[in-house]
């Protein structure tokens, strides 16, 4: 595999499919931005943290159309300073590929956020 996680596109999954096992999550794993942990074998786990909860919601409504472009739709959990994000494939009750590509995706426009936010002032939360 060639190229970033976040390039390539979700995969719808029909089920029938095995999840993936511990050999083959690893190198996946490996590709993403630090802070993402594999949860009971079956889940993709991240918190992101923030300055407010005016950025937490920003990076929220970063991900709604990426989630949406994709059809792959994450879990959520928002409060003050935080998104932590729970990612799996609901119809395998386990991890796909595709599962690695989102989180690889929400890290992107995770960096993008704080890019925005280190160089515009007044930017989403910030005093101008």
């Known amino acids: 595999m060639s190229g970033s996680l976040a390039d390539y596109p979700c995969v719808p ?20 931005e630090p802070g993402w942990t594999v949860e009971g074998g079956r889940k993709l786990v991240k918190r992101f943290r923030f300055k407010n ?8 409504n970063r991900i709604t159309p ?37 989180a690889a995706k929400l890290d992107r426009a995770f960096s993008q956020l704080q890019e925005e936010l280190r160089t515009s002032p007044g930017a989403v939360g910030e005093p101008a």
């Open 13 to 32: 999954c029909r089920g029938g499919v095995p999840p993936l096992t511990a050999e083959q999550i690893a190198p996946l794993l490996a590709q993403l």
């Open 66 to 102: 990426i989630a949406e472009a994709e059809g792959h739709h994450p879990d959520l959990y928002v409060a003050w300073g935080k998104v932590e994000v729970y990612l799996w494939t609901h119809k395998i009750d386990g991890l796909t590929e595709s599962d690695f590509y989102m």
């Open 53 to 60: 909860f005016v950025q937490a919601v920003a990076f929220v």
